[in-house]
């Protein structure tokens, strides 16, 4: 395979595919509306095509224009989306569509693709935009590659859980590298070992590549951190990787609720483990990058960055109040 076709391509892990596959010898094209900045404007090994996914003569041009050998589809938010794509891309040599971990409809340790179950989507839910729907849209969107699968389409589905590192817009780890970077104490919920798999987006990005090359089609794989994190490791590995030091405070939910939190206030907490086995990804070749160095380049980046994960903040005098309960037990 030679040449790519990025749906999206300009913000998180669009942006890394396309450093990717421009650093794997792919000729690259993005396919976008253009409403964001393209951090490839000047760069001649990728080429840009305006357009809107959701208008299907837009992706058909798009698709004579770059004639893809693999399509990575970072966009499908709705089944219908893949429903699309997978006739329009039907002749390709590899289709990747970005699902997500939400897809999965059962809590078990860990989540295994073909073994846990996926949500079901209700017909509200197919044409939905709320996050509440998203994990049964992003399900239903992988049903939609099994079924294309079944027909001779090379469509394959990629499951990371959440994604982190340079460039995250969504700001969920900026929160607690704001907090190691300003604060000496840092509240976490619980006693620290709850645990929310996460996957570093350069590996998403590899990850992406490597299912186009040597996925089998109808297939999905998880991507996550060989190395999973509880939060309390989280914070720690990003101390390490500041060169700095944090004393972290646990607080249970009787302290929390003193100062009107609870654990779900905290960003990246989640009371059930949510962990994806990622061995089927592996057996084609892909690894992850080591956590200490994943988080050294997140750390760099959102230094650089005007990132503060504040609209995730739980509101530091609450927490100030937590300490204080803290100390005086
Ligand atoms: N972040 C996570 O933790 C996580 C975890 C699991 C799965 N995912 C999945 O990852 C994907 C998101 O990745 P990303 O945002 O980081 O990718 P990205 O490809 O870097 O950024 C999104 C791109 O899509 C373009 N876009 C948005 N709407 C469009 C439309 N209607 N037509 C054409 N282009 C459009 C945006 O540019 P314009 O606005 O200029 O068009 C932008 O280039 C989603 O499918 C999400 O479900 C994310």
């Avoid at 059962?106 to 295994?112: L, S, T």
């Avoid at 939905?128 to 589905?157: H, I, L, Q």
């Avoid at 645990?195 to 089609?217: F, L």
Wanted: with cysteine; hydrophobic share 35%; aromatic share 8%.
């Amino acid at each position: 395979m030679d040449s790519a076709l990025v749906v999206g391509g300009t913000r998180f892990i669009g942006r890394h595919l396309v450093s990717d596959l421009v650093e794997n010898g792919y000729d690259v094209t993005i396919f976008n509306r253009g409403n964001h900045e393209n951090p490839f404007e000047g760069d001649e090994s990728v080429r840009r095509i305006e357009g809107d996914r959701k208008d299907d003569g837009a992706l058909r041009r798009a698709k004579a224009a770059a004639e893809p050998d693999a399509v990575f589809d970072c966009v499908a938010y709705q089944p219908k989306d893949v429903v699309s794509a997978t006739e329009i891309f039907a002749d390709v040599d590899a289709y990747v569509y970005i699902s997500s971990g939400a897809a999965y409809g059962a809590e078990e340790i860990p989540k295994r693709e073909g073994v846990t179950e996926l949500c079901p989507c209700s017909d509200d839910q197919l044409t939905d935009d709320s996050s509440e729907s998203y994990g049964p849209r992003k399900a239903e969107g992988d049903r939609v590659v099994f079924d294309a699968a079944t027909r001779g389409v090379n469509a394959m589905s990629v499951r990371p859980t959440i994604v982190y590192g340079p460039y995250d817009y969504t700001e969920r780890l900026d929160y607690w590298l704001n907090r190691v970077e300003n604060y000496d104490r840092v509240v976490v919920p619980g006693d620290g070992t709850n645990i929310w798999h996460r996957a570093y987006v350069e590996d998403v990005a590899s990850a992406m590549r490597v299912v186009a090359e040597e996925g089998e089609a109808g297939e999905a794989y998880n991507v996550g951190d060989r190395r999973v994190l509880t939060l309390e490791e989280t914070v720690r590995t990003i101390a390490d990787a500041m060169g700095t030091d944090v004393e972290v405070v646990h607080a249970g939910e009787r302290e929390l609720a003193a100062a009107g939190l609870s654990p779900d206030d905290f960003v990246l907490y989640r009371e059930y483990p949510h962990v994806l086995d990622t061995n089927k990804l592996a057996a084609l070749g892909w690894d992850s990058t080591p956590i200490e160095e994943a988080m050294a380049r997140t750390v760099e980046e959102h230094r650089r960055s005007d990132r503060d994960g504040s609209e995730h903040d739980p509101g530091r005098d609450a927490e100030e109040s937590v300490l204080s309960i803290l100390d005086t037990l």
